[in-house]
């Protein structure tokens, strides 16, 4: 049986693992910390179908400079002397265009419809064994400026199908009875879900180690072994692992797993933070994004998280509470129901997001290497993205995916090879 090592078992790795052991492979993951503990874990836990516009998007270059000397700002840049940074930056910024744009969002539409609908089979296959709501979701307003984009927003999905309706103040208040929204308004996407992402990814793999997935936790991936044009095995922390064919999941460690020459991964780690409080009073049914803060507020179980921010600083995983806790601060503001108390810093936790400079995922293999694949990428998308990955993944594993189609090539990691 072909022998797949999947690197990384976060929401992506884990999919991945899940959709290579259904063709038959047989499969080992190899995890550095624990499974699902990194980026997959206190993310806001969005699946938003929504979501067709890519990261890298006109205006973005213009709202992020305004932004970025500002310390309490949802966006920023700490300037540092690393020509991946600024490669990475000069990429993105080139990105930041209509036509760019509008040849990205057909292919991210693609794949968030074909991935939402894998949410749906896989929760009912799991026997809805962990929290998964599809309540819609609510991107809310309060100045006219901000509606205007969202309408824009709006309109493209419109065109592409997807269901959204706008609501006034007094409809958003009528919506949540129980904890009315204060705001000027909302657009309100009703096929969108929200899952609690560390629940998932970790029922997600104890199911697969009962169908014979092994996975090495505590097990650092140091070193790919390559001969005649093939890779070998993995080395690790842990002794050395064969392979017929191995998968990058490493999110936003995967460009420091391979040589550019083998793969080339410009991936940049988007920091972002959150808070979970447990058994709030008053917790709303549908989770929103807050337009002017860019930040997230998703009810769980039995606690609401609050999610926000985008630091490219590196994978320097230090707290920057100031910029936080304006995310944190603007709560109230919108759920006057809601008291927080005061936060204690342990309570924040911190993720890195794996951003490419174009707004796409990287699922694809080694142009030198056949058996080397790659899947990260994902940026704000990644746990929304990560079943349609697995499944594409274990297409090109099988030698069954139409690696020319405009999907597999958009998403290639052969777009940035020249
Ligand atoms: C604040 C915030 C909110 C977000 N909200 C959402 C949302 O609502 N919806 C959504 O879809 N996405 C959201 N995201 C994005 C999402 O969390 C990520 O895109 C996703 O978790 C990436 O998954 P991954 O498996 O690629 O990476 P990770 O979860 O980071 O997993 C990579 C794994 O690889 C391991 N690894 C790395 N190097 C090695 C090595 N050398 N050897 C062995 N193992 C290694 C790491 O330890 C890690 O466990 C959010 C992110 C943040 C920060």
Same mark, same amino acid.
């Given at each position: ?12 790795? /884990? ?6 052991? *259904? ?13 699902? +503990? ?66 990205? $969002?057909? $292919? ?7 991935? +939402?609908?894998?949410?749906? =089979? ?6 809805? #064994? ?9 991107? /809310? ?28 103040? #007094? ?29 998932? /990814? ?9 169908? @014979? ?14 001969? !005649? ?9 842990? @002794?050395?692992?064969?392979? =017929?064919?191995?998968? $990058?999941?490493? @999110? ?6 391979? &040589?550019?020459? +083998?793969?080339?991964?410009?991936? &940049? ?6 808070? %979970?409080? !447990? ?27 609050? #999610? ?5 600083? @590196?994978? !320097? ?24 108390? %005061? ?9 890195? *997001?794996?951003? %490419?400079?174009?707004?796409?995922? $990287? ?12 899947? %990260? ?25 139409? &690696? !020319?189609?405009?999907?597999? #090539? ?9």
């Amino acid at each position: 049986m072909t022998q797949v090592i999947i690197v990384g078992a976060g929401a992506v790795g /884990v999919c991945c693992a899940h959709y290579l052991r *259904r063709k038959g492979f047989s499969v080992t993951v190899l995890e550095r910390r624990a499974i699902g +503990a990194a980026c997959s874990a206190g993310n806001a836990g969005l699946i938003v179908p929504s979501h067709v516009i890519p990261l890298a998007a006109p205006g973005v270059v213009s709202q992020g400079l305004k932004w970025l000397f500002r310390r309490d700002s949802p966006f920023y840049i700490r300037p540092r002397l690393d020509p991946a940074l600024w490669s990475w930056v000069w990429r993105f910024t080139r990105n930041c265009n209509a036509k760019t744009v509008a040849g990205s $969002i057909p $292919i991210l539409h693609r794949l968030l419809q074909q991935s +939402a609908q894998l949410f749906d =089979d896989l929760y009912k296959e799991q026997n809805q #064994a962990y929290f998964y709501r599809k309540n819609g979701l609510l991107m /809310v307003y309060r100045l006219d400026k901000y509606r205007q984009a969202l309408q824009s927003e709006a309109d493209t999905a419109s065109t592409l199908g997807i269901e959204v309706d706008h609501l006034d103040e #007094a409809a958003l208040r009528r919506l949540e009875p129980q904890a009315p929204v204060n705001a000027a308004g909302a657009f309100y996407y009703r096929n969108d879900a929200h899952l609690d992402p560390a629940r998932f /990814v970790t029922f997600l793999a104890e199911t697969l180690k009962q169908d @014979g997935v092994v996975f090495h936790e505590n097990t650092e991936v140091q070193r790919l072994e390559k001969q !005649d044009g093939q890779v070998r095995g993995v080395h690790t922390s842990q @002794g050395y692992f064969e392979a =017929d064919m191995v998968v $990058i999941a490493g @999110g936003s460690w995967s460009p420091g797993l391979t &040589e550019k020459q +083998a793969l080339h991964l410009p991936v &940049e780690a988007g920091k972002g933070y959150s808070v %979970t409080l !447990d058994q709030p009073r008053f917790k709303p049914e549908i989770p929103m994004i807050l337009s002017e803060e860019k930040a997230t507020i998703t009810p769980l179980a039995d606690q609401i998280r609050f #999610a926000g921010t985008l630091e490219l600083s @590196g994978l !320097d995983d230090s707290i920057n509470r100031k910029r936080f806790a304006s995310v944190v601060a603007v709560a109230p503001q919108y759920l006057p129901d809601f008291k927080l108390d %005061t936060l204690d810093p342990k309570q924040i936790w911190s993720g890195f *997001r794996p951003c %490419t400079p174009d707004g796409l995922p $990287i699922i694809g293999r080694s142009r030198k290497y056949r058996n080397l694949l790659a899947a %990260t990428g994902h940026a704000m998308l990644g746990i929304t993205l990560a079943p349609v990955t697995g499944m594409l993944i274990s297409e090109l594993a099988a030698e069954s995916a139409n &690696e !020319d189609s405009t999907t597999l #090539a958009a998403c290639s990691p052969l777009r940035f090879s020249h």
